[in-house]
């Protein structure tokens, strides 16, 4: 259930900002945005080099262990290598790479309220597996980090190791594009998989964000089934109560023409 890249670049002093646009979009409390779960990208602005692909259980929390606001044991983030690059660089790329929020995972966040939210979701997905968002993370990491690795030579200068062996196995010479996208926000016109708006956009803009929200569902069903991006969204109109009111929206505003603003 992945389907949507989302891009922003933040200044040293502009970290909170971030943290707080993920702790939105992708909160584990609420079924509103997109899982907590999901795959992180950091990489250079001025070059769109990637320099580090990763998982996380919770988005949020794992980019304020990178940037040395959540404690976390010696070695086990990134914060040296952060450190490193903003002396000689103002503004550091980031992204998400986000799943639909029914494969909301238990984090620490979400531990007293989980058994809820499961009964919920279960009343719509009987069999759903509430580890499903777990697995999906770590099968698309191995399967990122290794078509970096085919097409460039070598892994992410920050990353030590390829991910899942069986995200690994499972590569296809088309995933190097969904690799690029993490870090180069002028691709957006070529590849409709990535957001319109970067995460501080979305903050708080309840109208982007539906708009995204309709456009995920669409990207689901071009990874997953190897659709056409208009296909999915003919698809998504005659199956969905509603969603034409919608996608006349995203029209009629031009959003799907916006400009991606890093």
């Known amino acids: 259930m992945f389907g949507t890249i989302v891009l922003d670049a933040y200044k040293e002093q502009e970290v909170e900002q971030i943290a707080e646009a993920i702790d939105e979009l992708c909160n584990p409390c609420d079924t509103?945005?997109?899982?907590?779960?999901g795959?992180?990208?950091?990489?250079?602005?001025?070059?769109?080099?990637?320099?580090?692909?990763?998982?996380?259980?919770?988005?949020?929390?794992?980019?304020?262990?990178?940037?040395?606001?959540?404690?976390?044991?010696?070695g086990s983030c990134k914060y040296q290598y952060i450190e490193e690059y903003f002396q000689t660089h103002e503004k550091l790329g980031y992204s998400i790479f986000v799943q639909s929020p029914y494969c909301q995972p238990k984090v620490n966040r979400n531990a007293n309220i989980y058994a809820e939210y499961l009964k919920a979701i279960k009343k719509m997905f009987p069999n759903w597996d509430?580890?499903?968002?777990?697995?999906?993370?770590?099968?698309?990491?191995?399967?990122l980090i290794?078509?970096?690795?085919?097409?460039?030579?070598?892994?992410?200068?920050?990353?030590?190791?390829?991910?899942?062996?069986?995200?690994?196995?499972?590569?296809?010479?088309?995933?190097?594009?969904?690799v690029k996208c993490l870090s180069n926000p002028q691709?957006?016109?070529?590849?409709?998989?990535?957001?319109?708006?970067?995460?501080r956009e979305l903050k708080g803009n309840d109208k982007?964000?539906?708009?995204?929200?309709?456009?995920?569902?669409?990207?689901?069903?071009?990874?997953?089934?190897?659709?056409?991006?208009?296909?999915?969204?003919?698809?998504?109109?005659?199956?969905?109560?509603?969603?034409?009111?919608?996608?006349?929206g995203i029209v009629a505003s031009n959003y799907c023409n916006k400009r991606l603003e890093v």
């Open 208 to 248: 982007f964000l539906g708009f995204e929200s309709f456009l995920h569902g669409a990207r689901q069903l071009m990874l997953g089934h190897g659709m056409e991006f208009e296909e999915a969204v003919e698809q998504i109109i005659k199956e969905t109560e509603g969603s034409l009111l919608h996608w006349n």
């Open 130 to 143: 509430c580890e499903q968002g777990i697995y999906n993370i770590k099968i698309v990491e191995g399967i």
């Open 39 to 74: 795959i992180y990208c950091f990489w250079n602005y001025y070059t769109h080099e990637i320099l580090y692909i990763g998982l996380a259980r919770d988005l949020h929390d794992r980019f304020l262990q990178h940037n040395n606001l959540l404690p976390t044991p010696e």
């Open 146 to 178: 290794e078509s970096y690795r085919h097409y460039f030579g070598d892994y992410p200068s920050w990353n030590k190791m390829g991910g899942s062996r069986f995200g690994q196995s499972h590569t296809m010479p088309g995933n190097i594009n969904i």
């Open 32 to 37: 509103y945005g997109w899982a907590s779960a």
């Open 187 to 199: 691709l957006v016109d070529k590849n409709p998989i990535m957001s319109r708006s970067s995460l």
